[in-house]
T-cell receptor
Framework: EAQVTQNPRYLITVTGKKLTVTCSQN?????MSWYRQDPGLGLRQIYY???????DKGDVPEGYKVSRKEKRNFPLILESPSPNQTSLYFC?????????????FGPGTRLTVL | KQEVTQIPAALSVPEGENLVLNCSFT??????LQWFRQDPGKGLTSLLL?????REQTSGRLNASLDKSSGRSTLYIAASQPGDSATYLC???????????FGKGTKLSVIP
């Protein structure tokens, strides 16, 4: 089944404790991205990747890191999480960044930073 | 900077009604526009994608239109059902951008 998977689905952590949220897709997609969703603010893009080893900042990249060493994986790293990073996070992918390519979203990771 | 607005924020209709959800944007230089559905606690599911050169797309009871000159898109849902209850989001990519900009969504409730 074609899908985008994220792990973990739920995470409660404390301020300053490094964490990684994994994202993997099995559709051989070139484009991958991370979003956060907050009440009243909607979905905002954190980082995106056009292909392996090619990443760029979205609208809210502060406090996050990403890497794209393999085509299928695009982990999101919070090196020193803070409470304002408590949010619902989504990974997404598409075949490329051409006009006809649908975005596929993962199920989300709900992160709470205490 | 592109801004995407969806009005109303919430909508409640009786089962069987036809309804229209609205999405407006400020910059007409777009690459494509997508409509998504989000169920509570779940991810987003793509419903329809309209490329910049297209005027509308249809899938089953759903029809999405795009009018770049007026900065508007509509999602028409025919014969609504309780299973259509969800939040509907529109998102667009701007020409020369590699990002999707989302509206804040319209929460639809279809009452049996």
């Amino acid at each position: 089944e074609a899908q985008v998977t994220q792990n973990p689905r739920y995470l409660i952590t404390v301020t300053g404790k490094k964490l990684t949220v994994t994202c993997s897709q099995n559709m051989n997609h070139e484009y991958m991205s991370w979003y956060r969703q907050d009440p009243g603010l909607g979905l905002r893009q954190i980082y995106y990747s056009m292909n392996v080893e090619v990443t760029d900042k979205g609208d809210v990249p502060e406090g996050y890191k990403v890497s794209r060493k393999e085509k299928r994986n695009f982990p999101l790293i919070l090196e020193s999480p803070s409470p304002n990073q408590t949010s619902l996070y989504f990974c997404a992918s598409s075949l490329s960044w051409r006009g006809a390519d649908t975005q596929y979203f993962g199920p989300g990771t709900r992160l709470t930073v205490l | 900077k592109q801004e995407v607005t969806q009005i109303p924020a919430a909508l409640s209709v009786p089962e069987g009604e036809n309804l229209v959800l609205n999405c407006s944007f400020t910059d007409s230089a777009i690459y494509n526009l997508q409509w998504f559905r989000q169920d509570p606690g779940k991810g987003l599911t793509s419903l329809l994608l309209i490329q910049s050169s297209q005027r509308e797309q249809t899938s089953g009871r759903l029809n999405a239109s795009l009018d770049k000159s007026s900065g508007r898109s509509t999602l028409y849902i025919a014969a609504s059902q309780p299973g259509d209850s969800a939040t509907y989001l529109c998102a667009l990519s701007g020409a020369g951008s590699y990002q999707l900009t989302f509206g804040k969504g319209t929460k639809l409730s279809v009452i049996p």
